[in-house]
């Protein structure tokens, strides 16, 4: 049973970097042809996708996010990363990891998300 | 870049009543359009994939149809447990969300 947790610390101080691990666990995240996303919502508000990662290390991101978002991968835990630089309280967000699905689409990055982690949330403040 | 309207915003109705929930799109695009379910303090779930194929464990009274620019879900006989936001999602450039419809069943 695939399974993804989140974990990284719950308050980011404005200006600083955030940064989160997803832990995959019931599958590789280097299996073909598996790709990995973030996505945020603030609270109350709706779903924003950040970014994703492919099997084999390619990286792709939300274009509004793009200039501070790095996605990395760590295939030793099989865990996935998310880094955001410079935020702010715009930044704060239930963020969650999630799995895109394979079966049936063929679009990497671009198909539809089956699996979620549970989500952490993450409160920019001084 | 492609926005998805929803509507409406809030919806409530009855169980057994037939729900129907809009997605709009600001340019047309093929049937890569999905809708999730999000209960409160869950993660959302994935109901329905390719505007009109059911996710693996999803009850057939969800369905999705549409085209172009005009997606719908239909819940054909209302549960209570089908109170919930659903989101459509847009995956042509990347992944795009509407801003969600609220079904509260009474």
């Known amino acids: 049973q695939l399974q993804l947790q989140e974990s990284g610390p719950g308050l980011v101080r404005p200006s600083e970097t955030l940064s989160l691990t997803c832990t995959v666990s019931g599958d590789s995240i280097t299996r073909y042809p598996y790709y990995w996303g973030w996505v945020r919502q603030p609270p109350g508000k709706g779903l924003e996708w950040i970014g994703s990662l492919s099997y084999n290390g390619n990286t792709y991101y939300n274009p509004s996010l793009k200039s501070r978002v790095t996605i990395l991968v760590d295939t030793s835990k099989n865990q996935f990363s998310l880094k955001l630089t410079s935020v702010t309280a715009a930044d704060t967000a239930m963020y969650y990891c999630?799995?895109?699905?394979?079966?049936?689409?063929?679009?990497?990055?671009?198909?539809?998300?089956?699996?979620w982690g549970q989500g952490t949330l993450v409160t920019v403040s001084s | 870049e492609i926005v998805l309207t929803q509507s409406p915003a809030t919806l409530s109705l009855s169980p057994g009543e037939r729900a129907t929930l809009s997605c709009r799109a600001s340019q047309s695009f093929s049937s890569s359009l999905d809708w999730y379910q999000q209960k409160p303090g869950q993660a959302p779930r994935l109901l329905i994939y390719e505007a009109s194929k059911r996710a693996a464990g999803i009850p057939a009274r969800f369905s999705g149809s549409g085209s172009g620019t005009d997606f719908t879900l239909t819940i054909s006989s209302l549960e209570p447990e089908d109170s919930a936001v659903y989101y459509c999602?847009?995956?042509?450039?990347?992944?795009?969300f509407g801003g969600g419809t609220k079904l509260e069943i009474k």
């Open positions: 999602q847009h995956r042509s450039d990347w992944l795009t």
């Open positions: 999630a799995r895109h699905a394979t079966n049936g689409c063929y679009a990497g990055f671009r198909c539809p998300l089956d699996y």
